[in-house]
Structures are given as structure tokens and as C-alpha cells.
């Protein structure tokens, strides 16, 4: 294939995407390009000049990056502001000129997703207040307690993770069936009020404290509780909150259980209610968008609030010294 034929593939390639499209792709090549060629320059250059331009080329990057992240939740956000015939239109819209801020309304009085909201906040915080107290339990004994089989029992424990969870959804479903747990809270919160991932995280905070703090806390007469409280806490805190907010994530975002062990609107979860909109809304695109984005919103909030405690959680231990 000549250079001539590729070139012009490409731009036929090009040519079929609608505009606001083509000049993202056309934009983010750019960067990088440019990204680039900062890099091979800064080879040749001083020290100082060298590190300019790796850090220049670095923040481009990451720029190009964010953009492609967050590009769908941008369309989103757009296409919950636009007229139904608008969403499907050719060239897509990419800004709204008359939002239409009464999709909102529509998609929280029409899909109730107040009622599937509070529904979704009840279930999740029992799921994470379970999972952090378990988790902390588990870890601090592991950690701390000397008893028969413990690493064998650790690794038993972490085997856990590697079951995935649609294979236990028939045992789980019968368990609570035959103990009346079905449609009701119970049944949507206990079967997941325990995880391996998160005692082996916590595990690994407690495992940085020094010895001699914990034979200092038995020189001092403090118990178990007290070290855990007092010391121990305190110091994996990071993980702690991390294992939080993974565990609001995972708990917010269920849909399939949810779905099998409830059979009443008055139990069912944001992410069912969701689809219930999508079925009562099949020419209003804007409304479903919309929903979308009403139940995505609590979750931005809190990545955008504990943002610092995540990341801290996640590379706690990872830098020594």
C-alpha cells in the first residue's frame, strides 16, 4: 500500500466522523504530538531546560488523558440538556444552547428516583459500616494475634477474592430465601457485610506499625480494644477510609442482586430504577440522560470529598524511608 493511498484512508476515515468529533481526535494528536517532541528536545537541551520540558510534556499528557476520561461524562451531562430529537442529531451537539433543565425534573417525579435513592443510601451505608467493622476485626487479628494456622487461614481468606461473585449468587439467593431474608434489607445488605479485599488492606496498614508500639501498649496495661482504638486506628486511618469509599462504590453500583432477592418498588435500588425510567422513557433520551446523571451524582461528590484519603489509602506503604 502506497504512502499516498494510507494518507488518504485516513482521511476518509476522518471525514465520516461527525465535526465536533474529528476536531477532538485532530486536537489530542496535536497534544501528543507536541508532547513529544518536547521530550526529544529536552535530550539535547540543559539540565534545567531538560526537566521544563519533561514536565511540560508530562501535564500535556495527562491533559489528553483527563479529556478522554471525562469526555463521555461531558455528552452525558449535554445530552440530558438537550430536546429528545436533539440527542440523535447528526453531527452530534456538543453544547447546549437552550438547556433543558426540566428533564431533571421529569426524570426525578416520573422514575422516583428519590424513593430508589434513599433506598440505594440505606442499603450502602449498612454495607460499608458492615465491611469496615469485619474488615478492621479480621485485619487487627491477623496482624496482631498469634493463633494456630494463621497464615493458612489468611490465605483461605484472600482465596475469597478470587470467587466471583455471580458464582455464589445461587447459594447466597437460597440462604436467604430459606430464612425469610427475601425482599427485605436483610437480604439486600448481609451477603455482602464481610470481604477479603478489605482485611487484607487494612491487614497491610496494621502490618507498618513498629513493633515496639504494640509491646510499649502491653507495658502500659492497654487490651486489645485499646490499642486498636488509641493506636492502631489512628496510624491506618488512610486505609481505612479507602476501603470506604471502594466499599460505597461497589455497594451504590449493584444492580443483579438487587434485582433477584427484591420483588417491590418500595425495596428496589437507584440502579434498578434506572432502568425502569430507561422503559417508561423510550422516546426522552434527555430523561433517561438526565436520571443518569442524577444518580451518578452522589458518587462524584464523594470522590471529589475524600479524594485525598483515597489516594492516601492507596499508596500507604508504598514509600519507605
Known amino acids: 500500500?502506497?504512502?499516498?493511498?494510507?494518507?488518504?484512508?485516513?482521511?476518509?476515515?476522518?471525514?465520516?466522523?461527525?465535526?465536533?468529533?474529528?476536531?477532538?481526535?485532530?486536537?489530542?494528536?496535536?497534544?501528543?504530538?507536541?508532547?513529544?517532541?518536547?521530550?526529544?528536545?529536552?535530550r539535547r537541551a540543559s539540565p534545567t531546560h531538560r526537566r521544563q520540558a519533561a514536565l511540560v510534556?508530562?501535564?500535556?499528557?495527562?491533559?489528553?488523558l483527563a479529556v478522554i476520561v471525562l469526555f463521555p461524562l461531558y455528552i452525558t451531562v449535554v445530552d440530558s440538556l438537550l430536546q429528545p430529537d436533539q440527542v440523535v442529531a447528526k453531527p452530534p451537539i456538543l453544547f447546549p444552547t437552550h438547556p433543558q433543565w426540566s428533564s431533571y425534573a421529569t426524570a426525578w417525579t416520573q422514575g422516583h428516583l428519590g424513593r430508589y435513592l434513599l433506598n440505594s443510601f440505606v442499603v450502602t451505608g449498612v454495607i460499608v459500616v458492615g465491611e469496615l467493622v469485619t474488615s478492621i476485626a479480621a485485619a487487627y487479628a491477623f496482624a496482631f494475634l498469634r493463633f494456630p494456622f494463621r497464615k493458612t487461614l489468611f490465605v483461605?481468606?484472600?482465596?475469597?477474592?478470587?470467587?466471583?461473585?455471580?458464582?455464589?449468587?445461587?447459594?447466597?439467593?437460597?440462604?436467604?430465601?430459606?430464612?425469610?431474608?427475601?425482599?427485605?434489607?436483610?437480604?439486600?445488605?448481609?451477603?455482602?457485610?464481610?470481604t477479603g479485599f478489605g482485611a487484607f488492606l487494612v491487614r497491610q496498614a496494621f502490618l507498618g506499625l513498629p513493633g515496639d508500639?504494640?509491646?510499649?501498649?502491653?507495658?502500659?496495661?492497654?487490651?486489645?480494644?485499646?490499642?486498636?482504638?488509641?493506636?492502631?486506628?489512628?496510624?491506618?486511618?488512610?486505609?481505612?477510609?479507602?476501603?470506604?469509599?471502594?466499599?460505597?462504590?461497589?455497594?451504590?453500583?449493584?444492580?443483579?442482586?438487587p434485582l433477584i432477592v427484591t420483588k417491590d418498588d418500595r425495596l428496589r435500588t437507584v440502579t434498578i430504577g434506572l432502568k425502569f425510567l430507561a422503559n417508561s422513557q423510550l422516546n426522552n433520551f434527555n430523561v433517561i440522560f438526565a436520571g443518569t446523571v442524577l444518580a451518578a451524582l452522589p458518587l462524584f461528590i464523594l470522590l471529589v470529598v475524600f479524594e485525598k484519603q483515597l489516594v492516601r489509602g492507596l499508596t500507604a506503604g508504598a514509600v519507605k524511608g
Open 156 to 194: 483461605v481468606f484472600l482465596a475469597t477474592m478470587m470467587v466471583p461473585v455471580e458464582v455464589t449468587f445461587l447459594t447466597n439467593l437460597n440462604t436467604v430465601v430459606s430464612l425469610g431474608w427475601y425482599n427485605t434489607y436483610f437480604g439486600l445488605t448481609i451477603p455482602f457485610l464481610a
Open 213 to 257: 508500639l504494640r509491646d510499649a501498649a502491653e507495658l502500659d496495661g492497654a487490651n486489645h480494644w485499646q490499642f486498636l482504638r488509641e493506636v492502631a486506628l489512628p496510624v491506618a486511618r488512610p486505609a481505612v477510609a479507602a476501603l470506604g469509599i471502594f466499599s460505597f462504590f461497589s455497594a451504590f453500583g449493584q444492580y443483579l442482586w
Open 1 to 42: 500500500m502506497s504512502a499516498e493511498h494510507g494518507t488518504g484512508t485516513v482521511a476518509t476515515a476522518l471525514g465520516t466522523l461527525a465535526p465536533g468529533f474529528r476536531d477532538f481526535l485532530v486536537g489530542a494528536g496535536i497534544v501528543v504530538v507536541a508532547g513529544t517532541v518536547l521530550l526529544v528536545l529536552s
Open 57 to 64: 510534556g508530562r501535564y500535556l499528557l495527562l491533559v489528553v
